[in-house]
């Protein structure tokens, strides 16, 4: 079983994407964790055929 | 009167609408109202209360439904204009600082390629998509959304394990890592101690009593409960967990905690941490320890796991947990509250936010041939009939879906608590109330003062008829929490409660005080 990326993420600082909840994104900012959060909305405005489609182009 | 508007492609989070609804639903004249996008499930919700019409029939998940019932058209009108104002300031940098969002996971990392952790919180259905769109580009992920298919899971945590990363969840609440809380966690110190664990508020149970105990933490890995609870997830994220602490110079101490796995399970999971190297506790809830196998110890309770650990951390052998009263004292408190109560109040109930911990208080409970209730018991005849009605010794998980649906979490929104406490107190058999309260990130700004209020009512209904209610509770949480530990605690003594220190406590001295009202009725 091969850590050796999971043992380097733990020796740096943390650098985060947030998709989802904002406050999960101020949290982290209060804890001077560098977060981006993402402008998350449901792709292909949750139509499901059409994700489906996306996900195989 | 009824209005309902639709904001075509205007996306906002879960918790926020819900949030926004509650707080219009409270306004003077409002009958009715909903916040929400419009998915199917919302749609559905709309139409059963009557209002779904027009343009928001049609609407897709992308779009924004107010929808207000009220009194009278100024009432709406006015409810409306507020709402239109909190999602207007949302909308201009309420949620965040930065000036530009990204909108596709390539565009964050355009502005952000240094980063190497994901954490997603978006409807469970659209989850497994972007958590394998992340580990694709080489990141570690956590995925807090739950409702992803045990199918997803596996292939998510195949995918993690093929490229080295970690992929804690789906349904994970709570992480810790480089000393950094994660979505709902604690702050607490740093050190030797390294956790793996399915469970969201029993992580955050032991992490607090760790830390109150003098110990640190170097990780705690959240699995998600499916990880060590479905044969075909196969503990395959425990497993790396374990390796990866394993392999951590920081972390003297592994300690592994969850609900019992299968028997196979559990023995591999226990290969694993035997073969680490290293000092390890294992805690399956409401398992009773069978002492030591090789390098790994077993602990009773999860307060127990973090003083193993904590012991072990520092080299030295574990001494049993000191409950913080003397055995006069359990026994002084249990005489004086089951003396005061009336001839009719019997019966224990358990109001929890923590799964985990009300799975905790169950166990002790069970263990002392208390036959108890619960909504989250499956077994013939433990099945509460209704999750909204305690009959007999029940305790509750609130935090379960049936009572989740539309609304926040517990954590998040203690009202859903406060209705039930007042239920209970009405109840002329209830004779005591166990709760737990979570501090921490994700959780309620002020939970106790919250509870208290209800507690101090709940307490004045019983002691005019004649009566008194016992209330017990406990705190995970630690100092450092934002929400400020020892003002939480005050809180909750100044309306009668007993606060423990921790779970465990809580529910032994409530199991102390249930014995003395058993013996008023023998």
């Known amino acids: 079983m091969d850590v050796k990326k999971i043992n380097e993420l733990f020796s740096k600082e943390l650098v985060v994407i947030n998709m989802g909840l904002d406050s999960f ?17 449901p792709p292909a405005g949750g139509d499901k055929r059409l994700i489906s489609l996306l996900d195989k182009l | 009167m009824k209005k309902i508007l639709v904001r075509k492609n205007a996306y906002y989070d879960s918790v926020f609408l819900m949030l926004a609804t509650k707080a219009l639903k409270q306004r003077p004249g409002i009958k009715e109202a909903v916040v929400a996008m419009g998915t199917e499930v919302n749609l ?3 139409k059963e209360i009557g209002l779904l019409s027009g343009e928001a029939e049609s609407a897709k998940p992308n779009d924004l439904l107010i929808a207000i019932e009220a009194e009278t058209g100024e009432a709406v009108e ?4 507020i709402a239109e104002e909190v999602l207007k300031k949302k909308s201009h940098g309420g ?36 958590a394998r769109q992340a580990l694709n580009k080489g990141l570690h992920v956590m995925l807090f959304s739950d409702h992803v298919s045990v199918e997803e899971e596996v292939e998510l945590k195949e995918m993690a394990l093929e490229r080295g990363l970690l992929m804690m969840g789906p349904d994970c609440g709570t992480a810790i890592l480089n000393g950094k809380p994660l979505c709902f966690a604690n702050v607490v110190r740093r050190g030797p101690i390294g956790l793996v664990a399915a469970s969201g508020s029993g992580l955050q149970e032991v992490c607090c009593c760790i830390d109150r105990m003098g110990g640190g933490i170097s990780q705690a890995i959240g699995t998600g409960g499916g990880d060590l609870q479905d044969q075909r997830v196969r503990g395959r994220m425990t497993l790396m967990g374990i390796e990866a602490l394993k392999q951590d110079p ?6 592994v905690l969850s609900k019992p796995p299968a028997e196979e399970l559990a023995a591999t999971v226990l290969s694993k941490l035997e073969d680490a190297g290293k000092l390890c506790v294992a805690h399956f809830l409401g398992r009773k320890p069978s002492g030591k196998r090789g390098s790994v110890r077993f602990s009773s309770n999860m307060e127990e796991a973090a003083a193993m650990a904590v012991a072990l951390s520092r080299g030295e052998e574990y001494r049993p947990l000191c409950f913080s009263l003397s ?6 408190v249990a005489e004086a509250e089951a003396k005061r ?37 499956k077994e013939p005849g433990l099945a509460l009939q209704s999750p909204h009605r305690s009959e007999g010794h029940a305790i509750v998980d609130m935090g379960d879906d049936v009572f989740t649906l539309g609304r926040p979490h517990p954590m998040i929104d203690p009202s859903l608590r406060e209705e039930r406490i007042a239920t209970e107190a009405a109840d002329p058999e209830t004779a005591l109330l166990l709760l737990d309260v979570v501090l921490g990130y994700g959780a309620h ?60 406590q809580a529910a032994v001295l409530a199991l102390h005080v249930m014995r003395k009202v058993a013996l008023k009725w023998m």
């Open chain 2, 250 to 255: 920081e972390t003297r101490v592994i300690v």
């Open chain 2, 44 to 46: 559905g919700l709309l």
């Open chain 2, 327 to 332: 055995e006069a004292e359990v026994s002084g």
């Open chain 2, 445 to 504: 700004e002020d939970p106790c003062g919250a509870l208290a209020e209800s507690v101090s009512i709940a307490k004045g209904q019983v002691a005019g008829r004649g009566g008194y209610l016992s209330v017990i509770a406990s705190i995970t949480g630690t100092e450092k929490d934002f929400q400020n530990m020892a003002e939480q605690k005050k809180k909750l003594e100044s309306a009668g409660c007993l606060v423990m220190p921790s779970n465990y």
């Open chain 2, 78 to 81: 006015e409810a409306c204009r």
């Open chain 2, 341 to 377: 109560m009336a001839s009719e109040q019997r019966y224990v109930r358990g109001l929890f936010a923590g799964g985990t911990l009300a799975i905790e208080a169950m166990a002790l409970f069970e263990e002392e041939g208390f036959r108890i209730l619960s909504n989250v018991r």
């Open chain 2, 95 to 130: 949620g965040g600082q930065e000036d530009f969002r990204p909108v596709s996971l390539d565009g964050a990392l355009k502005i952000l390629p240094e980063a190497n952790l994901v954490v997603i919180s978006v409807p469970g259905r659209y989850a497994a998509r972007e």
């Open chain 1, 25 to 41: 994104a101020d949290n982290l900012r209060k804890e001077e964790v560098k977060v981006l959060p993402m402008d998350w909305k």
